[in-house]
């Protein structure tokens, strides 16, 4: 990743352009061309520098419910457990923890009785029962932004 990744990653993540056309904006701003950010923005992506480009909502300004789970799954299951979760549409990620419960993930649903009723089915098919259901009482969002 040379100086010019990094600045392209610097003006993507926090602050995308909301324009007919946002690569022609970085190039324009990072005296580039957009062929060349595409190109870059692509590779860094197959490399897996970058996870995903997209929006991030608030779910209850959606009209809908989010919660943290947290499931304590032995060792020889996390795989399983992993991609059972993984099917669920309202799960945005999950990820391992050197814990007790250490498998954690994040669902969205239109309800919360409806993020239940996906626990319970996850309980059903992977045989966890130990899964923690942790809505938020409040929100204190901060913005994760990496200057490289």
């Known amino acids: 990743m040379d100086d010019i990744d990094k600045a392209i990653l610097n003006r993507i993540q926090s602050d995308f352009p909301i324009t007919e056309r946002p690569y022609h904006s ?14 870059r923005v692509a590779r860094l992506k197959e490399n897996g520098i970058i996870r995903r480009i997209g929006g991030n909502f608030y779910p209850e300004k959606l009209g809908f419910v989010s919660t943290l789970c947290a499931a304590k799954v032995p ?15 309202g799960v945005t990620h999950n990820y391992q923890r050197d814990a007790r419960f250490n498998i954690w993930f994040t669902f969205i649903a239109p309800t919360m009785k409806e993020i239940e009723t996906h626990l ?14 942790l809505p938020a009482t409040k929100r204190f969002k901060i913005k994760a932004h990496f200057d490289l």
């Open 26 to 39: 970085v190039a324009d701003e990072l005296g580039l061309s957009h062929v060349d950010v595409l190109n």
């Open 75 to 89: 060792e020889d299951k996390i795989g399983q457990f992993a991609e059972t979760v993984n099917h669920y549409p």
């Open 120 to 133: 319970a089915g996850i309980s059903r098919k992977t045989g966890i029962t130990d899964i923690l259901n």
